[in-house]
Structures are given as C-alpha cells and as structure tokens.
T-cell receptor, first 113, second 111 residues
Framework: DADVTQTPRNRITKTGKRIMLECSQT?????MYWYRQDPGLGLRLIYY???????NKGEISDGYSVSRQAQAKFSLSLESAIPNQTALYFC????????????FGPGTRLTVL | GNSVTQMEGPVTLSEEAFLTINCTYTATGYPSLFWYVQYPGEGLQLLLK???ADDKGSNKGFEATYRKETTSFHLEKGSVQVSDSAVYFCALRGGNYQLIWGAGTKLIIKP
C-alpha cells in the first residue's frame, strides 16, 4: 500500500464550484505539504503544516484553504474554483528534522472549466 | 531570495550516453541541495542529496557534487538507460525547512 495517498486522482469541475482534495499518510510524519505543479514552473508551495495545530501559508496560498484533521490527514480546498487553478496537485510529508526528505503522493490532476 | 535554475528540457539522449543536467542556485549561506525524480504518472521521489559543500550525493548510478564556488549541483550519470526517462527536479532547502524548486528538466532516452 502507498504511504501517501491522494483522492481523487483526477477531477474535472466548473468555475465557481467548491473542491476538496484529500491527502492521507501512513508514515507517521508530523509535517505535511500541499504543492501545485504547472508546466515549466516546477512545484510551488501552497500550504504546509508542521503539526495538527500548526498551519502556514506558502508561496501561493490565495484562493486555497487547508485543514489538518489529524496527524495523518491534510485536506486542500478551493472555495470557488477558477480556470487558472487547473494544475497537478501534490501532497507531501516529511519527518521532523532538517535533512529529512519529503515523500510525495501520486498527485491529483484538477481541471477547472 | 533563494532560487534554483535548471537547464531547459527536454534533453534527448541515446541509451548508454553520458548525462549532465545543470543546476545552479542562489541562496544565503549553504543550504542542503536535492535532486528529485518524477517518473511518468507518479509523484516525486528523492534521488540524492548533499548537505554541505563538497559533498557528493549518489544513487542508482546518478551523482551530483555540491560546489559552493560555482553555486552548482549538476546531475550526472555515466550511461543512461531507457528507464531513466523522467522529469528531474533540483531543489534547495530554504528557510523554515521549505524546499525551493527548479522548473524541472524532462529527460528522454531513446533505445
């Protein structure tokens, strides 16, 4: 079984709809992250959480919100989706510590029409 | 601020060719440096890392040396295989343990 799972894997929605992307992990990590990937831009950090009570904005948080329901779950919401939020979204986790690598989920491909 | 610049792709090579993917960075101090790989349809996974100057990271035949004098962390492999076809990302650890990413370089290996 995958250590970091994301649901759904693909989603097509319309402008103005509310969308939630979910991430679950079985690695026991405290830190979780949401990124979006756009062609030619690499990954950009949306939000990150160092524990259940700690939520921080990343580089591009406008238009997004998150919820850390438990150590293992971190959800990303688009309250009112717009077409320029069409992208590949990744969840990642890492253990506490300066050099610990990030482990990524398989991604969610979101299309906003 | 911190930034990472990678060579643009796609890079197309024949099997068994020598690979270099360039990565340079701008940062305060000496951040940890990473190469991640993304195979088609998958998430990213760590390929190798280096945490201080002159360190060499290596894994699966890939190598990269942390060169502070040239602020570079170029990825190399002596003989590539078709299975190495993927997108490769260079990254550095910025403030608050965040990763700063390059744009990615797509590698295509032809048999």
């Amino acid at each position: 079984d995958a250590d970091v799972t994301q649901t759904p894997r693909n989603r097509i929605t319309k402008t103005g709809k509310r969308i939630m992307l979910e991430c679950s992990q079985t690695k026991g990590h405290d830190r979780m992250y949401w990124y979006r990937q756009d062609p030619g831009l690499g990954l950009r950090l949306i939000y990150y959480s160092f524990d259940v009570k700690d939520i921080n904005k990343g580089e591009i948080s406008d238009g997004y919100s998150v919820s850390r329901q438990a150590q293992a779950k971190f959800s990303l919401s688009l309250e009112s989706a717009i077409p320029n939020q069409t992208a590949l979204y990744f969840c990642a986790t890492s253990a506490t510590g300066e050099y610990n690598e990030q482990f990524f989920g398989p991604g969610t491909r979101l299309t906003v029409l | 601020g911190n930034s990472v610049t990678q060579m643009e792709g796609p890079v197309t090579l024949s099997e068994e060719a020598f690979l270099t993917i360039n990565c340079t960075y701008t940062a305060t101090g000496y951040p940890s440096l990473f190469w991640y790989v993304q195979y088609p349809g998958e998430g990213l996974q760590l390929l190798l890392k280096a945490t201080k100057a002159d360190d060499k990271g290596s894994n699966k035949g890939f190598e990269a040396t942390y060169r502070k004098e040239t602020t570079s962390f170029h990825l190399e492999k002596g003989s590539v295989q078709v299975s190495d076809s993927a997108v490769y990302f260079c990254a550095l650890r910025g403030g608050n343990y965040q990763l700063i990413w390059g744009a990615g370089t797509k590698l295509i290996i032809k048999p």
